[in-house]
């Protein structure tokens, strides 16, 4: 496999040990993963793939022998051939779900796929990647499971295009989409469009601002009880909130490739995501961008309640598939201009 050029010092994996306070964590999980089982009962309704589309589950290797990580693979039935006859490989993005680190979501941004998709047709490669969670398997196990998905796309440059990879994410998900993003570098990464993920753990639940306590119109401000459990969950050691492979916003501005975040203004992880792009703008960025969602919580997009939600969903949506063409475009670009 291809391996990452980032210098960061990779901690090795490590488990919570066995004691009342985690078992009283892991019993406050099983009942969070219990409760959100339930959601497909109360959202039925899937949007269809654009026509011509497909879904493949696979499973990719790790680095640990033996086990492999699922991936969601859509891509279009009919691909078109380059000159000789064989198909070009094609621009692929590689996206990873919300889950507070610890809930099972895999597939739970079909519809983002699906938009994403119509958006920017059949020369595309939409990769929906799962990874381990806590407090099963803590901090660092789900950056490496990142990593590896993104090693072995690199590893198949007749598949997919290695100039025009980009990544993205969901809350927990678009955390591990900045921290794989900022390990490989501009040189590897097109782009990442993540939206409200957090990006500062060193910053205690309960210390993370709302801009209002008005009630969002969509989504949620992530309760501090929450918040608390997937941060205990996540971390064994103190000292790993401030690591690299999860608080990306001490990381040097360099180091990111082009970047758009957005979070729902009546997000608790707002402020600090603005105030990364803000960072990286005043250290001479200017191909990083922030929306900021006017009257939305945290998840909004998942289950929007009302037109306006809908509508503001489908701009980021747009947002977002408009970047990441952006990305790959100027990227095959510079790579050519090289040669």
């Not at 941004?109 to 381990?132: E, M, Q, T, V, W």
């Not at 990442?192 to 957090?198: D, E, G, R, S, T």
């Not at 989504?219 to 459990?229: D, E, R």
């Not at 957005?262 to 792009?277: F, I, N």
């Amino acid at each position: 496999m291809a391996t990452s050029s980032s210098s960061f010092d990779i901690p090795e994996e490590r488990l919570h040990d066995w004691s009342l306070r985690y078992v009283r964590l892991k019993a406050i999980v099983l009942l969070l993963r219990s409760l959100n089982s339930l959601r497909p009962l109360i959202y039925r309704t899937q949007t269809p793939l654009p026509h011509g589309f497909e879904r493949q589950v696979v499973d990719l290797p790790s680095r640990q022998s033996g086990r492999t990580i699922h991936v969601h693979i859509y891509r279009s039935k009919f691909t078109s051939p380059s000159s000789d006859g064989v198909p070009a490989p094609l621009p692929v993005h590689i996206s990873w779900h919300g889950s507070g680190f610890v809930l099972p979501n895999l597939g739970d941004d079909y519809a983002y796929a699906s938009h994403i998709l119509n958006k920017l047709g059949p020369d595309c490669i939409f990769i929906d990647a799962d990874y381990r969670k806590a407090p099963e398997y803590p901090f660092p196990a789900a950056c490496h499971d990142a990593q590896d998905v993104v090693n072995n796309i690199l590893s198949q440059p007749q598949i997919y295009d290695p100039d025009r990879i980009t990544l993205g994410g969901f809350s927990a998900g678009g955390n591990l989409a900045l921290v794989v993003g900022a390990q490989f570098g501009p040189q590897r990464i097109a782009g990442i469009a993540a939206l409200y993920p957090p990006v500062d753990f060193t910053i205690r639940p309960h210390d993370r601002p709302l801009a209002s306590k008005v009630r969002p119109d969509s989504g949620f401000p992530l309760p501090t009880w929450m918040s608390n459990v997937f941060i205990d969950s996540y971390f064994v050691r103190q000292q790993d909130k401030e690591h690299p492979l999860c608080s990306v916003y001490y990381l040097h501005a360099a180091r990111f490739p082009p970047l758009l975040l957005a979070s729902g203004q009546l997000d608790t992880l707002h402020r600090a995501s603005e105030k990364l792009v803000r960072k990286l703008a005043d250290a001479g960025r200017t191909d990083v961008r922030f929306i900021s969602i006017q009257k939305e919580g945290h998840g909004f997009d998942k289950l929007p309640r009302g037109p306006e939600s809908i509508k503001r969903r489908d701009y980021v949506y747009d947002q977002f598939a408009h970047f990441l063409k952006q990305s790959s475009s100027r990227s095959s670009a510079h790579q050519k201009a090289q040669l």
